[in-house]
């Protein structure tokens, strides 16, 4: 039997999502957990590997197991096993040909900026922060450049083990809720860093040291040397993961369940 799960995680308290042999890893708890429930090894595979920092408001796993329990045994007992810090939001049967990286057709991921003169102590951890005062129009004319397939080559880790560089952008955009600045991107995928690099060059572009027009010329440039630093991680959220219509997994609405911020629907 096949299983699907809703994950959503603080990235503060882990090492990133894939197993570690410290097992500081989102995986190694979940999976530890899951192996409790099911009383044998499970292994999950996930829709996006996060790095160290980086949360989900709802990462997609399956898992393969022979045992029968009740379905929400493997959301409220998996999360009476779990950390504080991680949780369970739905499960479900899925086909056995189901598969949470390979069907995934969307990844959309939040990137959150307070944007004040002092830095955050409430969210430490939960946003980024930048101290100057940002042009949020400039940054909005700058994201609309990323729509569309692109070579993304100027905002790639050199660590990065994609095979292409080219990703399609479904979505990229810029919100303004008071002092938090909410950064939108959805894909087909993401290469490694490629939010946060994206991120680092519309802060740029947007405390003035280049125009909007400088996105364009980084996506033709495709040279990670010529655009801004990679962003911290903790802003950025994992937010959600689209399937195939024939595939009916639970939604959570308007994103509020599990949500970090009141404005998470923006």
């Given at each position: 039997?096949?299983?699907?799960?809703?994950?959503?995680?603080?990235?503060?308290?882990?090492?990133?999502?894939?197993?570690?042999?410290?097992?500081?890893?989102?995986?190694?708890?979940?999976?530890?957990?899951?192996?409790?429930?099911?009383?044998?090894?499970?292994?999950?595979?996930?829709?996006?590997?996060?790095?160290?920092?980086?949360?989900?408001?709802?990462?997609?796993?399956?898992?393969?197991?022979?045992?029968?329990?009740?379905?929400?045994?493997?959301?409220?007992?998996?999360?009476?096993?779990?950390?504080?810090?991680?949780?369970?939001?739905?499960?479900?049967?899925?086909p056995d040909d189901f598969h949470a990286?390979?069907?995934?057709?969307?990844?959309?991921?939040?990137?959150?900026?307070?944007?004040?003169?002092?830095?955050?102590?409430?969210?430490?951890?939960?946003?980024?922060?930048?101290?100057?005062?940002?042009?949020?129009?400039?940054?909005?004319?700058?994201?609309?450049?990323?729509?569309?397939?692109?070579?993304?080559?100027?905002?790639?880790?050199?660590?990065?083990?994609?095979?292409?560089?080219?990703?399609?952008?479904?979505?990229?955009?810029v919100e303004q809720q008071g002092e938090?600045?909410?950064?939108?991107?959805?894909?087909?995928?993401?290469?490694?860093?490629?939010?946060?690099?994206?991120?680092?060059?519309?802060?740029?572009?947007?405390?003035?040291?280049?125009?909007?027009?400088?996105?364009?010329?980084?996506?033709?440039?495709?040279?990670?040397?010529?655009?801004?630093?990679?962003?911290?991680?903790?802003?950025?959220?994992?937010?959600?993961?689209?399937?195939?219509a024939g595939i009916a997994l639970p939604?959570?609405?308007?994103?509020?369940?599990?949500?970090?911020?009141?404005?998470?629907?923006?």
């Amino acid at each position: 039997m096949r299983l699907a799960l809703g994950v959503a995680y603080d990235g503060v308290s882990f090492c990133g999502w894939q197993s570690q042999p410290n097992a500081c890893g989102v995986q190694d708890a979940l999976e530890k957990a899951l192996s409790q429930i099911a009383a044998s090894p499970i292994a999950v595979v996930c829709a996006g590997r996060t790095d160290t920092g980086v949360h989900a408001i709802e990462q997609v796993v399956h898992f393969d197991t022979a045992a029968n329990r009740p379905m929400q045994a493997w959301v409220r007992g998996v999360n009476a096993l779990l950390p504080a810090a991680v949780a369970v939001q739905w499960a479900q049967q899925v086909p056995d040909d189901f598969h949470a990286r390979f069907l995934a057709q969307r990844r959309c991921y939040r990137y959150i900026l307070f944007n004040h003169p002092v830095r955050p102590a409430l969210w430490a951890g939960k946003v980024g922060w930048f101290h100057q005062p940002l042009d949020v129009a400039a940054m909005r004319q700058a994201a609309a450049l990323l729509l569309g397939e692109h070579d993304f080559s100027a905002f790639r880790a050199a660590e990065c083990q994609a095979k292409s560089p080219i990703k399609q952008m479904y979505e990229a955009r810029v919100e303004q809720q008071g002092e938090f600045i909410v950064f939108h991107f959805c894909a087909n995928a993401f290469l490694h860093h490629m939010v946060r690099n994206l991120v680092g060059s519309l802060v740029y572009i947007g405390k003035g040291s280049h125009p909007p027009g400088w996105m364009g010329e980084l996506l033709r440039q495709r040279d990670r040397s010529k655009a801004a630093p990679t962003f911290a991680p903790d802003g950025l959220y994992l937010e959600r993961v689209a399937y195939p219509a024939g595939i009916a997994l639970p939604q959570l609405g308007d994103g509020s369940m599990g949500a970090p911020l009141p404005f998470a629907g923006a």
